[in-house]
């Protein structure tokens, strides 16, 4: 309906392997306009995003993380990355967890946990 009304609708994109991404594809589809960040719609509206001061100490290590890599870019669950790392659960949790302290992974409802970009 906005789209009859010439307002602006934005999508942002899910995995395509995921039932519930199916919706904001089907949108882009109509012509929605695919966003991946909120920059992409300030930019899309002529604003400015505010400054913000970056994240204290050092930048994290983007490369070599076997817990990263084995999550990939689909969410998964601990027993799932378990599997694929080889690495016991209670030492998988306590390594997510540190993850999720240091913003590299987001624990979702149902017991997922995904991987957050790394400006």
Do not use: N
Not at 16 to 24: D, T
Not at 60 to 89: E, F, I, K, N, Y
Request: hydrophobic fraction near 40%.
């Amino acid at each position: 309906m906005a789209l009859e009304q010439g307002r602006d609708v934005f999508a942002l994109p899910g995995s395509i392997h995921s039932p519930l991404s199916k919706g904001c594809h089907w949108l882009i589809k109509q012509g929605a306009k695919l966003v991946e960040c909120a920059d992409d719609i300030l930019a899309e509206l002529g604003a400015r995003a505010p400054s913000l001061p970056g994240p204290a100490g050092p930048p994290a290590d983007r490369d070599g993380d076997p817990v990263l890599d084995a999550l990939g870019h689909s969410p998964a669950s601990l027993d799932a990355l378990a599997l694929r790392t080889g690495t016991p659960a209670s030492v998988l949790a306590a390594e997510l967890t540190r993850l999720e302290l240091a913003g590299r992974v987001e624990r979702l409802p149902g017991g997922l946990y995904r991987q957050l970009a790394v400006p």
